[in-house]
Nanobody, 123 residues
Framework: QLHLVESGGGLVQPGGSLRLSCAASGTLDYYAIGWFRQAPGKEREGVSCISRSGGYTNYVDSVKGRFTISRDNAKNTVYLQMNSLKPEDTAVYYC?????????????????WGQGTQVTVSS
């Protein structure tokens, strides 16, 4: 069983930045990691994912050029750097892990989920 804990959320003004962290209870070496978000009244959507080695990443169109996913396997942690934040980025952000599978931005593929961290972009 892999436990994931997100942190780094908060309230930020439009145009601001946040860095989310996803810390795992064990090694992440064999897991692809995804970041997802869910806004009030909306379905959970994929934001970004990163392969086991970190050599491949993918982003949903709405965050390309603004968000950057990265990982530090030595620290069992994955990050999501979010720049130029917009009010429409407001949501609860979740990280998720899947064992020995490719990086995909699809909620159906992931086995382990964190509890989420709230991101609010507002002036």
């Amino acid at each position: 069983q892999l436990h994931l804990v997100e942190s780094g959320g908060g309230l930020v003004q439009p145009g601001g930045s946040l860095r989310l962290s996803c810390a795992a209870s064990g090694t992440l070496d064999y897991y692809a990691i995804g970041w997802f978000r869910q806004a009030p009244g909306k379905e959970r959507e994929g934001v970004s994912c990163i392969s086991r080695s970190g050599g491949y990443t993918n982003y949903v169109d709405s965050v390309k050029g603004r968000f950057t996913i990265s990982r530090d396997n030595a620290k069992n942690t994955v990050y999501l750097q979010m720049n130029s934040l917009k009010p429409e980025d407001t949501a609860v952000y979740y990280c998720a892990a899947v064992l020995l599978r490719p990086c995909v931005i699809s909620t159906d593929e992931y086995t382990y989920w964190g509890q989420g961290t709230q991101v609010t972009v507002s002036s």
